[in-house]
């Protein structure tokens, strides 16, 4: 499958059908002028996110922010190739640095994979419950969802009239090793219902739309994990 526009300003560039099996879904949004990358794949494709947006028409050159959900290795391992070439700032939560930064590569899950981890800089470290940047002339807005890993973000822009939300790993799964915490991803997810957005981009399932679908969508993950604990 070819990079492909989701709706005005936002594209998927990356993800299982598009690059590589192993890689997260990999998003770009387009403020006007500014682009970000939101997460980065497992690394190996790398390289052909550039050549994707290139397809798009859009400039490399203009990428602002390269945005990690958070720090497992499907998310993460693209990170370091992409600030080498796009000169970008990595975003990250301040809880996810000892995986991001590769001081804990374990919470990294590169050895699920039998890969080795490509530890990168963060550049913006976002320390608060909500946080924003500007994007062009978009506010993405950040807000820290812990569950899945302690520092996990959920960030969602308001753009023609749609509200979009970056949902990555919402299914989970839950390892006492990365630091998941059921009550917090439940309360996570609450908060994101709230948002009530209209698309969501899922990190390994794609687009969800609209709202209806995404609450479905949501609600489902919720009923399941409260039958099984
Ligand atoms: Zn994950
Ligand atoms: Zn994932």
Redesign the pocket.
């Known amino acids: 499958m070819k990079p492909f526009k989701i709706c005005d300003g936002l594209y998927q560039i990356g993800g299982p059908e598009i690059t590589a099996p192993e890689d997260?879904c990999v998003y770009l949004l387009d403020g006007g002028g500014e682009l970000a990358i939101i997460d980065a794949g497992l690394g190996r494709s790398a390289p052909e996110l550039i050549g994707n947006i290139k397809k798009l028409a859009l400039d490399p050159a203009s990428v602002k922010y390269l945005v990690a959900t958070?720090g497992?290795i499907?998310?993460t391992g693209g990170l370091a190739y992409l600030k080498e070439k796009l000169q970008a700032k990595v975003v990250a939560h301040e809880h996810e640095l000892p995986a991001v930064e590769g001081k804990n590569v374990s919470l990294t899950a590169a050895s699920y994979y039998g890969v080795k981890y490509r530890p990168v800089a963060v550049d913006v470290v976002l320390r608060g419950e909500e946080e924003t940047l500007d994007l062009g002339g978009l506010k993405l807005v950040f807000l820290h969802t812990p569950g899945h890993t302690p520092g996990g973000i959920s960030p969602y822009v308001d753009f023609g009239g749609k509200r979009i939300l970056f949902g990555?790993?919402i299914h989970g799964p839950f390892h006492p090793a990365w630091g998941s915490d059921l009550a917090a991803w439940e309360q996570s997810m609450r908060r994101l219902l709230a948002l009530k957005p209209d698309i969501l981009c899922e990190?390994?399932f794609g687009i969800y739309q609209p709202y209806e679908k995404v609450k479905r969508y949501i609600e489902g993950y919720l009923q399941r994990y409260r039958e099984k604990a």
Request: negative net charge; glycine residues 12%; charged residues 20%.
């Open positions: 997260c958070h497992h499907d998310h990555q790993d990190g390994h």
